[in-house]
């Protein structure tokens, strides 16, 4: 997420805090158990609530510098253009073409369009985020995809979209008791309103392997996120700017192109 001297000076705090919170965690779930065996329930609760806010604590440092990581990923710029009336709509190859024009290499997603039976299809997809990574007992991975089709039909100058989005996760772990394994997959299709999905993980140093838009990437951080806002609000913005809406335009049809 960083590089440089910067990712140094923040691998070696990130290494030494992780320490810290493991040893002092490790001492307060101690001292709270013996606590309450002996009877001082109160000191032992206490210690056992302590020892959870520093692991929380640690934790959220992670998502934290994740998200801030992330947010500085490239957006797409709709292009200006004087703002068009629903009463009259650009042609449909007009909007194709500016759609697609937004694409560029360093985007997280790209845009196709394509004809139809019924007019274009504007495809909006993500491109690929997969994380795996590996620690001393814990072995995971995490995939995340999502995909808006969008059709425009030129005899009204209206449009329609549908969303397909999805992730996939496998962890293995390994402790004093046993091994165990499970993975989750799952897919919807529908409309979303400001979502998102992400994970954040920290390792040893190259144990994280990360694939996203700008590539693959071995460190010993990683953070793979999917923001359809990022895509959603240029696409359609290009498209209200071109006069185009969907059949029933109100204020709840409006909340799902962001």
């Known amino acids: 997420m960083s590089d440089g001297r910067g990712s140094s000076t923040i691998q070696q705090f990130a290494v030494r805090s992780r320490r810290v919170v493991f040893l002092v965690g490790s001492a307060l779930v101690v001292g709270g158990i013996?606590?309450?065996?002996?009877?001082?329930?109160?000191?032992?609760?206490?210690?056992?609530?302590?020892?959870f806010l520093a692991v929380l604590a640690r934790g959220?440092?992670?998502?934290?510098?994740?998200?801030?990581?992330?947010?500085?990923?490239?957006?797409?710029?709709?292009?200006?253009?004087?703002?068009?009336g629903a009463d009259n709509p650009a042609p449909v190859d007009q909007v194709a073409t500016a759609?697609?024009?937004?694409n560029g290499d360093a985007l997280p997603y790209r845009i196709d369009a394509t004809r139809s039976r019924d007019g274009v299809r504007v495809e909006v997809r993500w491109k690929h985020e997969e994380m795996r990574w590996q620690t001393l007992f814990v072995r995971g991975s995490r995939a995340y995809a999502w995909c808006m089709k969008v059709d425009l039909d030129p005899s009204t100058g209206r449009y329609k979209f549908i969303e397909h989005s999805g992730q996939a996760s496998f962890n293995a772990a390994a402790g004093p008791t046993g091994a165990a394994a499970y993975g989750k997959w799952s897919w919807q299709?529908?409309?979303?309103?400001?979502?998102?999905?992400?994970?954040?993980?920290e390792a040893a140093d190259g144990q994280v392997h990360v694939t996203v838009p700008a590539g693959p990437r071995t460190s010993w951080e990683g953070a793979v996120m999917i923001k359809p806002a990022d895509a959603k609000?240029?696409?359609?913005?290009?498209?209200?700017?071109?006069?185009?809406?969907?059949?029933?335009?109100?204020?709840g049809a409006r909340m799902f192109e962001k």
């Open 34 to 51: 013996l606590a309450i065996l002996s009877g001082r329930i109160g000191l032992g609760v206490a210690l056992l609530v302590l020892a």
């Open 60 to 84: 959220l440092m992670t998502v934290m510098r994740g998200w801030r990581a992330l947010a500085e990923r490239e957006r797409a710029q709709a292009p200006r253009v004087p703002v068009r």
């Open 99 to 102: 759609l697609v024009a937004m």
């Open 189 to 201: 299709k529908g409309k979303t309103f400001g979502t998102r999905s992400g994970t954040f993980v």
């Open 233 to 251: 609000i240029p696409v359609f913005t290009v498209l209200r700017n071109h006069g185009w809406r969907p059949r029933w335009d109100w204020f």
